[in-house]
């Protein structure tokens, strides 16, 4: 079964003020970085935004089919691209994620009888922009596309949806000080319980 990566970088970054995906981090910029480990863990990867944007970054990428309706529109034009039959979506805000922890999510995907796997940090956050979407998805995606529900956390229950824990809290950043604070303090990576 084929697995997929994608990292989601055509958001709106309204709270940051700036282009959250092409923030500095680590000698290259945030979805560099993020695309790079998503390759390493699975040999391919694709980024999920405008092409006119964001290719000079050096990684395939994939327009949006329905622009300006969030995240649930970039995991349809991930799904629909037909790369693989797991899918592995990121937003391009989460930093220090790990090869390792990418390939046991995955692998955790193959077995599960569900639509979706979902991680879930330490703290009991659930996490559905750091998960594996089976191609399966696409039609109640898109359906709750067609319908203008666009909160995933309320779709949950629709996709089949199972958990993945992660012995750690994930880290994403929305702010400029959230961005600084993650640059002075990166996570600290525990191992998947």
Known sequence: MRAAGFVLVGGRSSRMGRDKALLPWRGGVLAGELAATVAA????????GSP???????????????????PLAGIEAALASGRGELNLILACDTPGIEAEELCALVEHARHACAGCVVTIDETGR????????RSCCLPVLRKALDERRLKLMDLLDELHAVSFHIGRKLENFNT??????????????????
Not at 52 to 70: H, K, M, N, T
């Open 126 to 133: 659930t996490h559905p922009l750091y998960a594996v979407y």
């Open 41 to 48: 863990a699975l040999g391919n990867v694709a980024l999920i």
């Open 52 to 70: 006119e944007r964001y290719s000079q970054l050096g990684f395939d990428c994939i327009a949006d089919l329905r622009p300006g309706l969030g």
């Open 176 to 193: 400029p000080e959230d961005w600084l604070r993650a640059q002075t303090c990166p996570p600290t990576n525990i191992p998947i319980t």
